[in-house]
């Protein structure tokens, strides 16, 4: 089974900081997904990275898919409390989502 | 839009009850999933289904079945509840394997 770890764990950080969240794995993936998750909801996705060294912006959120599609990051510029969530990475082996592996979540607090 | 729901937000159930969460879909999805949610391991499949009556094991199965009898409608159950089963459980769907994945709001079950 292949593990995505990411990191922090927690973060918590003013509004209008900078943050960057990372997602790691010893295994190689097709593709990589990143969702935002909100208390009582169940996770929304954001964006799916597909090409080694691909880069996605979404307004103020970046997504890099690494060169060797083991790794991932989300880098978030001046965060709003309207980020505040839970950031889920999920890698898939093949072209479906059959099977996705999940990250073990980063729990961002953006403070006012 | 999409529109994934379950049966229950919340659920208090007694070790070796039976338990059914219900997920039903609205958008004519072929494929169908259940994960369940534990701090910092993130989202684990537990099954999925990719037609009526067909189902397939993910990657922690034990202990639970499912029931797909008609397309919109998938359901989890606990033949005999154990505390170790104290979760939250997300049911999915999409249209095919390259789709979005779409998520319910869960069910936070509690076995006493």
């Known amino acids: 089974t292949q593990l995505l770890e990411q990191s922090p764990q927690f973060l918590s950080i003013q509004e209008g900081e900078n943050l960057t969240v990372y997602c790691n794995s010893s295994?190689?993936?097709?593709?990589l997904q990143w969702y935002r998750q909100e208390p009582g909801e169940g996770p929304v996705l954001l964006v799916t990275?597909?090409?080694?060294?691909e880069v996605k912006k979404l307004k103020r959120l970046t997504f890099q898919f690494g060169d060797a599609r083991k790794d991932s990051s989300l880098h978030i510029t001046a965060a709003q409390p309207g980020d505040t969530g839970l950031y889920l990475c999920?890698?898939?082996?093949?072209?479906?989502?059959?099977?996705?592996?999940f990250g073990t979540g980063t729990r961002l607090t953006i403070i006012p | 839009d999409v529109k994934v729901t379950q049966s229950s937000r919340y659920l208090v159930k007694r070790t070796g009850e039976k338990v059914f969460l219900e997920c039903v879909q609205d958008?004519?999805?072929?494929?169908m999933f259940w994960y369940r949610q534990d701090p910092g391991l993130g989202l684990r499949l537990i099954y999925f289904?990719?037609?009526?009556?067909?189902?397939e094991k993910g990657d922690i199965p034990e202990g639970y079945s499912v029931s797909r009898e008609k397309k919109e409608r998938f359901s989890l159950i606990l033949e005999s509840a154990s505390t170790n089963q104290t979760s939250m459980y997300l049911c999915?769907?999409?249209?095919?394997?390259?789709?979005?994945?779409?998520f319910g709001p869960g069910t936070r079950l509690t076995v006493l």
């Open positions: 999920a890698g898939a082996v093949g072209f479906g989502n059959e099977k996705l592996t």
């Open positions: 295994s190689v993936f097709s593709s």
């Open positions: 990275v597909v090409t080694g060294g």
């Open positions: 958008m004519d999805h072929e494929n």
């Open positions: 289904s990719y037609d009526v009556k067909m189902k």
């Open positions: 999915a769907s999409d249209r095919d394997s390259t789709d979005t994945q779409y």
